[in-house]
């Protein structure tokens, strides 16, 4: 797997220079309607936007029409879609990379944190997987 590398201020600072046109990147931070701003920019190695490590890890692209299947993969927990708190900063950034490294693609657009001390993370514009189960400590524990 090649490596990723990571701008983030305070941790490795870098230059917007850094990130070149068509480069793949994972964008976290905050959207207010059509503006993205970025708390942290993980550069991602290829260049074909993550088509392939999607492709690889059984993503399926969006397609107006077509069904989702049902089917999961992993430990799911048993909860009730919206419950739990929206959660963002620090462990929503952890949550979305983690569930970004396990199945590419999408978009994250919202993280919840779960009774449990768990987390889910809502993925959308793909038809599979629509929810990612990341556990305390931000490792994926399963997806449907």
Do not use: C
């Amino acid at each position: 797997m090649a490596k990723s590398t990571i701008y983030d201020k305070g941790v490795h600072r870098s230059s917007a220079k850094a990130v070149k046109k068509g480069a793949s990147v994972l964008v976290l931070g905050t959207v207010d309607s059509a503006t993205i701003t970025a708390t942290r920019v993980v550069v991602q190695p290829g260049g074909d936007g993550g088509a392939a490590a999607a492709k690889a890890a059984g993503v399926i692209p969006f397609q107006q029409g077509t069904p989702s299947p049902v089917k999961s993969v992993g430990q799911i927990p048993d909860y009730t879609e919206g419950e739990g708190t929206i959660v963002s900063g620090t462990a929503a950034d952890k949550a979305t990379k983690a569930a970004q490294a396990v199945v590419p693609g999408g978009i994250n657009d919202r993280v919840v944190k779960l009774s449990d001390g768990e987390y889910e993370v809502h993925n959308i514009s793909v038809n599979w997987p629509h929810h990612i189960f990341v556990s305390k400590d931000f490792k994926v524990l399963g997806y449907e």
